[in-house]
């Protein structure tokens, strides 16, 4: 982990906004595969005989008792074999972490006729990711920290970036920071930065980054094709204001209840502060397990109220901007800026 207040320099239009913390947070530095890899082993070594995985497999639809408005399990089959028939798998309560293409809204309109009232802010967000290795730049403001990142602020500036270590290096060669990292240049307003090749995307940076970002660049050594993503979007469901129409023993979690700007790296933490949320309910030992999808969804959602606001503030701000609301009743509405 890093130091917020030392390790990194974040900025936005020009001004480092890490500095004058007045409390200092760690930033955990990984990438996603040994996190993943982490936290399995961290979960088998607690629960060991009280876990069993099941790998390479999709869920497909939910198992449901519609007079009770319970969710009972779900049915799912190999992702290796289509056309093997559906499992079935029970529980006493069941768990929707499957992201923010999560297929529980049409799963719930087709067992409840429940629709689930859902926003996307469609910010025209794309990604160039990349692994490197860290050289010096020369410039002891940029190589003595680990994390430099700078964000959109449309329409001034619809290009961010982001270098995050993943993990550290042995290395002999002196000009190397022995980092390992994960390179981002973000942008909103659908103004995609080049991909086809690392030259082009740094002739690109001289030109749409400031000079310390394409320093920074420029210094390091690519050792991963250029990865464009160009899907991500702001999407929340309102679950909570459903009530008790929801069902009994199911919730959503993490980014199927809500998918932030990927630039403020919020994410993780939001899915995170929702399973400890979780994780309480629980252990307050005093709730009726019929009753705990409805607490959690209103716990969830002040959790995601927060992100949500920090997250939309600025792609609000997006000259192309695009809407989608699904109200309660189904009634769809498409805003276009
Ligand atoms: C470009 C980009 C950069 C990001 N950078 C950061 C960052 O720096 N920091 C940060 O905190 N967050 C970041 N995020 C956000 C972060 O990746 C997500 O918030 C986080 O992964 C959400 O975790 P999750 O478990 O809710 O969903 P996911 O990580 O999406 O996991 C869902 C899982 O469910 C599986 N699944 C889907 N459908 C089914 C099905 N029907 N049956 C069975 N399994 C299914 C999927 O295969 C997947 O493994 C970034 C996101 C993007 C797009």
Known sequence: TYSLK????????GIILNQDLTEDFDWLGIDRFTLEIVLR??????????????????????IVDRSLNIVKGVKYRSKKNTGSPLLEI???????????????????????????PTIQIHYGCGYVTCIGERFRTGDP?????????????????NFGFIVTPMRTIDTTDHDSLGILATLAINCVNSEYPPNDSYENLLEWAKENLDQEYYAVLKSIKVCSPLLPYRRAVDARKYVETLGKKWPQNYILLGDAICALNPQYAQGMTHALRHARELGKIFGESCHMLKDISHI?????????????????????????LK???????????????
Do not use: M
Not at 6 to 13: I, K, P
């Open 296 to 320: 959690f969804n209103r716990r969830a959602a002040v959790v995601t109220e927060e992100c949500w606001f920090a997250s939309t503030a600025n792609d609000w701000k997006t000259p192309t």
């Open 41 to 62: 082993r961290e979960f088998c070594l607690k629960f060991s005989n009280q876990v069993e995985w099941k790998c390479n497999s999709r869920v497909t639809e939910l």
């Open 141 to 157: 403001s940029l190589d003595s920290v680990a994390v430099i990142g700078s964000s959109v602020n449309s329409p001034e500036n």
């Open 323 to 337: 809407v989608i609301e699904t109200h309660k009743n189904g009634e769809v509405k498409t805003y276009q800026r």
């Open 6 to 13: 030392t390790d990194l320099r974040l900025a936005a239009s």
């Open 90 to 116: 029970y529980g006493d309560f069941i768990i929707d972490c499957t992201g923010h293409n999560t297929s529980s809204p049409k799963w719930l309109k087709e067992k409840f006729n429940l629709i689930v």
